[in-house]
Each structure stands twice: as structure tokens, then as C-alpha cells.
Nanobody, 116 residues
Framework: QVQLVESGGGLVQAGGSLRLSCAAS????????MGWYRQVPGKQRELVAT???????SYADSVKGRFTISRDNAKNTVYLQMNSLKPEDTAVYYC??????????WGQGTQVTVSS
């Protein structure tokens, strides 16, 4: 069993920064994809950024140039550095751990609120 523990959400003013962390524990296999999605009430969960165990990156257009995803494979932890935050970045952010043919595992979510 794999467990995901997220941290780092909170309240920040527009233009500020936050760093999210997601630590995976348990039987971690590679290759895998870890990353972040976000969701606001009434809307579908959407991609923010992902990173593979081989360090291939993917970003939503809305966060390119502002957010940076990285991972520490030794710690099985993925990070999301969020800079120049905007009110529209307000959402619950979910960590993802995904493996081919094994499905997706989601964290419990962490709230990010950006005030204008």
C-alpha cells in the first residue's frame, strides 16, 4: 500500500509564494508519475503539473512560468513551488501517484487560498 501525505497549503496574498510537498510511503515502484491537480467547487479536477520518475515534466498552460515541480526520488517526495500566485489559483490541491496499469492514488488534498 502507498500512502500520500501532503503539506504546505495555506492563505497567501496575490503575488506571493507557497511550496507544496507530497511524501509517498509504502511500496513505491518505478516507473511512476507524481504530480499535482487542483479542484474548485463545481468544476472538474484539473492538471497543474506532473513529473515522472525519469524527470519528464508537464505543466498546465495557466501555471507555466510561475510554478515549478520537482521531486526527490530518494525521499519519494514531490514538490510544487508556486510563485506569483493569483486569486484564480485558489483551489484544493491534490497530490497524485500513478503507475502504468496500476491506477491513480490521490492524497487527501490541501487548500490553497490566494487573496486579492
Amino acid at each position: 500500500q502507498v500512502q500520500l501525505v501532503e503539506s504546505g497549503g495555506g492563505l497567501v496574498q496575490a503575488g506571493g509564494s507557497l511550496r507544496l510537498s507530497c511524501a509517498a510511503s509504502g511500496r513505491i515502484f518505478r516507473p511512476n508519475v507524481m504530480g499535482w491537480y487542483r479542484q474548485v467547487p463545481g468544476k472538474q479536477r484539473e492538471l497543474v503539473a506532473t513529473i515522472t520518475s525519469g524527470d519528464s515534466l508537464s505543466y498546465a498552460d495557466s501555471v507555466k512560468g510561475r510554478f515549478t515541480i520537482s521531486r526527490d526520488n530518494a525521499k519519494n517526495t514531490v514538490y510544487l513551488q508556486m510563485n506569483s500566485l493569483k486569486p484564480e489559483d485558489t483551489a484544493v490541491y491534490y497530490c497524485l501517484y500513478s503507475r502504468p496499469l496500476a491506477g491513480d492514488l490521490w492524497g487527501q488534498g490541501t487548500q490553497v487560498t490566494v487573496s486579492s
